[in-house]
């Protein structure tokens, strides 16, 4: 799946995104948000900002940044963000997640939701958003996984070659993503309908001595 894929695949959900995937994503959203929210006066990048569904649960004092490829999608967001007077979202911009344009430890915490695998290179994403983040600093993914559930798994395969179609790697594994001493999983959790999706967050960093990894949560 391509860049160009994207943002045609975008172009046609930017209209009826909210009212499509917005109630049974909601539920997501809000465990990323309350995870990064939990420490005072950051700057935040939210990576795949989309039509802005996130934006309004960000706390107040916090510095918000959305990027996503999609201009029809900023459009919607921007427009939340005139409308419900989110004064704390400081910019909304078109970029590509692989190739951010920001300098490096830009961010105390780096969010992307439902991005993982509608990108082409998931390690690449992962990569630029390390780099834009602080050490010690949180970053926070919210996606579908591959199913291990035999049935669940064959669905995911069926479904593959419509990836470009559909916006979005239906079998991308957990795996794809890293998970490395520099930078650890602090936990994987459920979210959403029946765990389908999870929650993966990291630590930009080496753990402290006595810190301990979350365990996964299959």
């Known amino acids: 799946m391509d860049l160009a894929a994207i943002r045609r695949t975008y172009r046609r959900y930017a209209g009826h995104y909210d009212m499509v995937f917005g109630p049974v994503f909601h539920p997501g959203r809000r465990m990323a948000v309350d995870t990064v929210n939990k420490r005072p006066d950051q700057r935040v990048l939210e990576v795949g900002v989309g039509t802005g569904l996130s934006l309004p649960l960000y706390r107040e004092d916090a510095r918000v940044t959305g990027i996503d490829i999609s ?3 900023l459009d919607k967001a921007r427009d939340k963000v005139g ?3 989110l004064e704390n979202v400081e910019a909304l911009l078109e970029m590509d997640a692989e190739q951010l344009e920001f300098e ?8 992307a939701m439902y ?3 509608v990108v082409p290179n998931p390690d690449r994403l992962m990569a630029e958003m390390r780099r834009v983040c ?3 600093g949180d970053i926070v993914i919210i996606n579908h996984f591959a199913s291990r559930h035999p049935l669940l798994r064959g669905l995911e395969r069926m479904l593959k070659p419509l990836s470009r179609m559909l916006g979005f790697h239906p079998d991308m594994a957990l795996d794809a993503l890293p998970d490395e001493p520099d930078c650890p999983r602090i936990g994987v959790y459920r979210a959403n309908i029946f765990g389908y999706w999870k929650l993966v967050h990291y630590r930009n960093g080496p753990l402290d001595n ?3 990894a979350g365990a996964a949560v299959e």
């Not at 490096?104 to 969010?111: E, G, L, Q």
């Open 104 to 111: 490096d430890n830009s961010f105390d915490a780096v969010v």
């Open 134 to 136: 602080v050490p010690d």
């Open 115 to 117: 991005v993982a695998s």
């Open 83 to 85: 409308e419900q007077k």
């Open 71 to 73: 201009p029809e999608m």
């Open 210 to 212: 006595g810190s301990q």
